[in-house]
Each structure stands twice: as structure tokens, then as C-alpha cells.
């Protein structure tokens, strides 16, 4: 992706729309860079980091497995998975986010940023033991790629972790949440993040954003079996799971899909 594509980034405050055409949207992110972490914590009320814990426990790291963190940003999600031992692989399609990343974590030798588009990943078939994907695949113009895409470069028996803001089963929570995003968001935007109009497409693509079946529905399409997924903070945000299946040596058939609890 050229940078001639990428606003300056003392220009003017730029943000994508719903067509999530991706030059824009790498755009938006490479301008805010510099404090989108801080930012997410005071918007989401320290519940980023929650989520991030969460996140971390089901992609159930160990030392020596290769793990890909995609839409890694600068890297917050990857240095967790990297204290397991494992060697973590952040990518991301925002060379403003990498850059950041590099910055902050250039002496954790286990941990390599990547840039790279989530609908053509850089990578071998079968070479990572997990993949995850935290907050990036609704930025994504065709996120069933891109869950195709996290298949193919996953080994058989492997580990899929999605965490993705989604749709508060419960009326009252869910109205108390458009509330919070429709009249509180956006006041707080303006206090503390370099591009306010960058977290007004946030809200939006928030809103349009399909339910917990729907993407589950996704996952299992494009192939992943054993899928599931559980509700964090009252369903603000989903965390799915899933598993690469493993093809007999002999039949050539994969297992029957089971949904775990």
C-alpha cells in the first residue's frame, strides 16, 4: 500500500466511512496512532484491558508456538500473548500503528510486527498454532476473507480467537449503550484523542456490525469448526473461538463441527 495514499500526519483529521475502503481506513489509524491505547482505555473505561486478558486466556499462549496477533495496532494485544514465551507475529495494515509498535516494544526479541493486509496475508499455509484478531475484523471491507485468510495460514488443530464489539442481548443494557456511544463517546473523543472524527466511524461501524450468531455463522462458513463463542461485559463485546479442522490422513474428511459451551 503506497504512503502517497496516507494523509500527513499533521494534516487535517481524516476518518474512513462504512465502505471501509482500506487505504482510508489504514489512513485514519496511522493518525492516531501515537495515542490510540490511552484513548481506548478512557473510552472504554479501563474495560479494554479486561478484554484483553480475556483474549489472551483463550488464545491459551505457550512457549514455542508460533502465534499471529492481525490488527495488532501497536501492539498491546501482542505483548501479552508474547510474556507466554511464544514467538507472536503482530501484523497490521497501518504503518503508523507499526511504526508505534516498533517504537515501544523493539527489545522483546519474541515479538516481529509485520505490516500486512488481513484479505492477503504475507505467510506460508499452516504456520502459525493460533491465530487471533482483536477489535480489527470490522474495520475489514471483506471480513470473511479475511477469516478464510486466518485459516489457511493456521495448522490443522489450530486455535482461532476473535474479539469484536457486538450487540447487548439485553434491551436495557443495549439502550444504555447507544446512550453512552450516540451522547458520551463522542464528547470524551474530543477530550482526549488527536482525531475525534476517527471515533465517530468507530460508533458506526459499531452499530452496523453483525450480532454473535451472524459472525459465528461467518466463522463456520469459510471452514473453522468447533465454534463458539461468550459474551464480555454483557455482550458490549463477543469473544469467539474456533478450531482449524484436522483432515484425515486417510478418508481426506474433516470432523463433524461441535459447538462448544
Known amino acids: 500500500m503506497s504512503r502517497a ?22 489512513g485514519m489509524f496511522d493518525q492516531v496512532a501515537a ?30 508456538e508460533r502465534i499471529l496477533d492481525l490488527a495488532a495496532g501497536t501492539g498491546a494485544s501482542s505483548i501479552s500473548l508474547a510474556r507466554s514465551g511464544a514467538h507472536v507475529v503482530a501484523a497490521d495494515f497501518s504503518p503508523g500503528m507499526i511504526a508505534e509498535g516498533r517504537r515501544r516494544h523493539r527489545d522483546v526479541r519474541n515479538l516481529e510486527f509485520v505490516e500486512a493486509d ?24 471483506r471480513p470473511k476473507k479475511a477469516l478464510a485468510e486466518l485459516l489457511r495460514v493456521t495448522k490443522p488443530g489450530g486455535r482461532l480467537v476473535i474479539c469484536e464489539f457486538s450487540h447487548p442481548p439485553q434491551p ?29 466511524y468507530l460508533n458506526e461501524s459499531i452499530k452496523t456490525w453483525p450480532d454473535q450468531k451472524t459472525l459465528a455463522d461467518w466463522i463456520r462458513e ?39 459451551s
Open 35 to 64: 495515542r490510540y491505547d490511552v484513548t481506548n482505555t478512557v473510552l472504554s473505561v479501563g474495560n479494554d484491558q479486561l478484554w484483553r486478558i480475556a483474549t489472551t486466556r483463550a488464545v491459551a499462549p505457550r512457549p514455542g
Open 5 to 26: 495514499a496516507h494523509p500527513e500526519p499533521n494534516g487535517p483529521g481524516n476518518r474512513a466511512d462504512l465502505g471501509k475502503d482500506p487505504a482510508s481506513v489504514s
Open 222 to 260: 469459510v471452514g473453522w469448526s468447533q465454534v463458539a463463542f461468550r459474551d464480555l461485559t454483557f455482550g458490549i463485546v463477543a469473544l469467539h473461538r474456533a478450531v482449524k479442522p484436522v483432515v484425515n490422513p486417510v478418508s481426506g474428511e474433516k470432523p463433524a463441527d461441535r459447538l462448544d
Open 118 to 141: 488481513a484479505t492477503d496475508l504475507p505467510f506460508d499455509d499452516d504456520q502459525f498454532d493460533a491465530v487471533t484478531m482483536s477489535f480489527g475484523l470490522r474495520n475489514v471491507k
Open 172 to 200: 436495557a443494557i443495549r439502550s444504555a449503550y447507544r446512550f453512552y456511544n450516540d451522547r458520551i463517546l463522542p464528547r470524551i473523543a474530543r477530550a482526549v484523542s488527536s482525531n475525534t472524527e476517527a471515533y465517530d
